[in-house]
């Protein structure tokens, strides 16, 4: 259990870090933070260049934490909030990704949830200084403020009327 649980904070941290780094550089295929900023303009964001790079730098320390198994119900929270925005950008075009659909940031979404849920296993951060395991409430807690905090960065920062 504990490889599969290590094995899953590393490949969906590295996808975080990855997007993240794409989201605010010119590394990894991304367009800078012009380039996220423009993404957020054409998906209806206000903020630009202060959006993309919260988004970016959101995605990368979310990634980072998962990677570490360190304060995972907060990496939890970030990528919930990070994923909650992209689940609403892509709403619209339903559920699957061969149609532009929310599937995948979903599928994101949940999975450092469950990590919450089960812990991030023997070989973390928090299971060495001690955190574990985390009282019910922390899940509870993580997927609130996760969602909440996304939803509230489209309620505040989405723009009215249609998308581009």
Not at 13 to 37: N, P, T, W, Y
Not at 38 to 66: C, K, S
Not at 74 to 103: C, F, H, P, S
Request: aromatic share 6%; glycine share 18%; charged share 10%.
């Amino acid at each position: 259990m504990n490889t599969g649980l290590l094995i899953l904070r590393l490949v969906v941290g590295l996808l975080f870090v990855g997007h993240g780094i794409q989201k605010v550089s010119h590394r990894l295929g991304g367009h800078g933070i012009a380039g996220g900023a423009a993404e957020f303009e054409a998906d209806g964001f206000r903020g630009g260049r202060l959006t993309a790079a919260a988004a970016g730098g959101g995605q990368i320390a979310a990634g980072l934490l998962l990677c570490a198994g360190a304060l995972t119900p907060l990496a939890a929270a970030i990528a919930g909030g990070v994923m909650t925005v992209a689940v609403t950008v892509k709403w619209r075009n339903g559920l699957w990704v061969q149609d532009n659909g929310y599937e995948y940031p979903l599928v994101l979404m949940v999975l450092p949830g469950v990590l919450t849920l089960t812990g991030p296993g023997r070989w973390s951060v928090d299971q060495a200084i001690g955190l574990l395991p985390w009282a019910p409430g922390w899940t509870a807690a993580a997927a609130a403020l996760g969602v909440g905090s996304g939803l509230m960065t489209r309620l505040l920062l989405g723009r009215p009327g249609p998308r581009h």
